[in-house]
């Protein structure tokens, strides 16, 4: 009867977590993502939280070229 293999498998690695968007000084809509990202994570809800995350890192601001 042979026994089993009881060696633990290798640790998983995982990717570091990126620093969150900083919102842009002046903009309202940034400040008001920054706050519900901010009131989200406090309760526990990470999925609105990124959701804000990736709607500040969209947003538009005036750095982009203007024709």
Request: aromatic share 2%; hydrophobic share 25%; charged share 30%.
């Amino acid at each position: 009867m042979t026994t089993p293999d009881t060696t633990m498998d290798p640790p998983a690695h995982l990717m570091s977590v990126p620093e969150p968007p900083k919102p842009v000084e002046g903009c309202d809509v940034c400040q008001v993502l920054d706050a519900q990202r901010r009131e989200a994570g406090g309760r526990g809800d990470y999925s609105a939280a990124t959701d804000a995350n990736v709607e500040i890192r969209r947003h538009p601001h005036a750095t982009r070229k203007r024709r």
